[in-house]
T-cell receptor
Framework: EAGVTQSPTHLIKTRGQQATLRCSPI?????VYWYQQALGLGLQFLLW???????NRGNFPPRFSGRQFPNYSSELNVNALELEDSALYLC?????????????FGNGTRLTVT | RKEVEQDPGPFNVPEGATVAFNCTYS??????FFWYRQDCRKEPKLLMS???SGNEDGRFTAQLNRASQYISLLIRDSKLSDSATYLC????????????FGAGTRLFVKA
């Protein structure tokens, strides 16, 4: 069974640019979650998508946005990049069972903003 | 106060030691509980789910005490490869569904 896949693995952008990160969930999973993890810090919840709709978002500015496609894959877009956006961005997927099954994470996209 | 709190660590133990991690959660409506491990600069990986009856997977034992709102993870006969950060994870479906990660406890196992 293929796991959660994320692309690209690494992304280098300059301040003010836009970044697009992609995620494909495990087959059969309809929920996709995005987390940000800055170096040495814990996971910060960004967004949750389920059945194509945004269900919840964390305490991040509107320049962090995303969407989920009909095949349940997802994109995370970060506009007007700032230096502090440099982090590991993790995507996770799960069944649509409101938390009874665990999240499975992809390898992440390491975003560097210079 | 954070909704999920873990021992701050780090824990430094010799190979073969038994180590226990503790986690408390504040919302009594929490419904599911998990332990993850995260290696440096890698993604978190599910270690085990935690059930009310307690569960064991090889050298790892997880326990849940709903009355005390407390979760534990016991690692017996520690290996060098157990060195990682251990994350306590709690889900709930009140006030909107949420998955809450603890800050993690770092474990160093030394030869």
């Amino acid at each position: 069974e293929a796991g959660v896949t994320q692309s690209p693995t690494h992304l280098i952008k300059t301040r003010g640019q836009q970044a697009t990160l992609r995620c494909s969930p495990i087959s059969g999973h309809t929920s996709v979650y995005w987390y940000q993890q800055a170096l040495g810090l814990g996971l910060q919840f960004l967004l949750w998508y389920d059945e194509g709709e945004e269900r919840n978002r964390g305490n991040f500015p509107p320049r962090f946005s995303g969407r989920q496609f009909p095949n349940y894959s997802s994109e995370l877009n970060v506009n007007a990049l700032e230096l502090e956006d440099s982090a590991l961005y993790l995507c996770a997927s799960s069944f649509r069972d409101r938390g009874h099954s665990p999240l499975h994470f992809g390898n992440g996209t390491r975003l560097t903003v210079t | 106060r954070k909704e999920v709190e873990q021992d701050p660590g780090p824990f430094n133990v010799p190979e073969g030691a038994t180590v226990a991690f503790n986690c408390t959660y504040s919302n009594s409506a929490s419904q599911s509980f998990f332990w993850y491990r995260q290696d440096c600069r890698k993604e978190p990986k599910l270690l085990m789910s935690v059930y009310s009856s307690g569960n064991e997977d090889g050298r790892f034992t997880a326990q849940l005490n709903r009355a005390s709102q407390y979760i534990s993870l016991l690692i017996r006969d520690s290996k060098l490869s157990d060195s990682a950060t251990y994350l306590c994870v709690v889900t709930r479906n009140t006030g909107g569904f949420k998955t809450i990660f603890g800050a993690g406890t770092r474990l160093f196992v030394k030869a």
